[in-house]
């Protein structure tokens, strides 16, 4: 905004002290409709890329890749196990609402990540370009669900909940955890390709810690 001069024929008017009603903050159905659509396909898109450069990331989906790369398991059906455990815990501390969104995010990425290979598909993708873009996909996209109270269920939950009672950003607290688990993918890959994985990793988390911080979004 710009400084009120001297010159201006007409001051500003003031900004209301009074804070805006819940009802003009809260999302519309549509809106989070639409948000949850959004935020899985990018992080689908997101998935696909590291998968076509065979490298991994963090949280319930790093599972989901180990057991994918090492026994085969298809990545949505495995994605979408591994996170049944946990929406015990969401709905206990975060509320129905978000379970409820965040069963529905894991069901659309657990679906894009099947649907979108049989319409899409990389010729080539160099394996740092496959890291970066990558995490700046799933950064994206996980930024979308969590301003509209929603994740990817699993660590993403517990994330959440920290920096809701703790104040700890979520993009760090899950760049620690996500980097864990990434290392110990080290008995099924390379040195090289881990560290490329530690590298989208990064740049996914590196966006959620920049742009997702406390008090920052007010919406719900």
Same mark, same amino acid.
């Given at each position: 905004?710009?400084?009120?001069?001297?010159? $201006?024929?007409?001051?500003?008017?003031?900004?209301?002290?009074?804070? /805006?009603?819940?009802?003009?903050?809260? #999302?519309? !159905?549509? &809106?989070? =409709?639409? $948000?949850?659509?959004?935020?899985?396909?990018?992080?689908?898109?997101? =998935?696909?890329?590291?998968?076509?450069?065979?490298?991994?990331? @963090?949280?319930? /989906?790093?599972?989901?890749?180990?057991? #994918?790369?090492?026994?085969?398991?298809?990545?949505?059906?495995?994605? %979408?196990?591994?996170? !049944?455990?946990?929406? !015990?815990? $969401?709905?206990?501390?975060?509320?129905?609402?978000?379970?409820?969104?965040? %069963?529905?995010?894991?069901?659309?990425?657990?679906?894009?990540?099947?649907?979108?290979?049989?319409?899409?598909? %990389?010729?080539?993708?160099?394996?740092?370009?496959? $890291?970066?873009?990558?995490?700046?996909?799933?950064?994206?996209?996980?930024?979308?669900? %969590?301003? #509209?109270?929603?994740?990817?269920?699993?660590?993403?939950?517990?994330?959440?909940?920290?920096? &809701?009672?703790? @104040?700890?950003?979520?993009?760090?607290?899950?760049?620690?955890?996500?980097?864990?688990?990434?290392?110990?993918?080290?008995?099924?890959?390379?040195?090289?390709?881990?560290?490329?994985? =530690?590298?989208?990793?990064?740049?996914?988390?590196?966006?959620?810690?920049?742009? #997702?911080?406390?008090?920052?979004?007010?919406?719900?």
């Amino acid at each position: 905004m710009s400084a009120r001069t001297a010159q $201006a024929p007409l001051a500003a008017p003031a900004a209301s002290k009074t804070p /805006a009603a819940p009802g003009a903050l809260r #999302h519309r !159905l549509y &809106e989070d =409709v639409q $948000a949850l659509l959004t935020g899985t396909m990018f992080v689908a898109l997101g =998935v696909m890329m590291f998968a076509q450069a065979s490298l991994l990331t @963090g949280g319930t /989906a790093g599972i989901a890749f180990l057991l #994918h790369y090492g026994a085969g398991t298809s990545f949505g059906l495995a994605f %979408f196990l591994i996170n !049944l455990p946990f929406y !015990l815990l $969401a709905w206990k501390r975060m509320g129905p609402a978000f379970t409820v969104k965040t %069963f529905v995010a894991v069901a659309l990425l657990s679906l894009f990540t099947w649907l979108l290979p049989k319409g899409l598909s %990389f010729g080539h993708v160099a394996p740092p370009l496959a $890291a970066v873009l990558g995490g700046l996909l799933c950064g994206a996209g996980m930024l979308i669900l %969590f301003r #509209h109270r929603a994740s990817l269920g699993g660590l993403n939950v517990v994330v959440l909940l920290l920096q &809701e009672r703790f @104040g700890w950003r979520a993009g760090s607290v899950q760049l620690v955890l996500d980097s864990l688990i990434v290392l110990t993918a080290l008995w099924i890959a390379d040195p090289g390709r881990v560290a490329l994985s =530690v590298l989208g990793g990064v740049v996914l988390n590196l966006a959620l810690a920049v742009n #997702h911080r406390p008090g920052r979004y007010v919406a719900f």
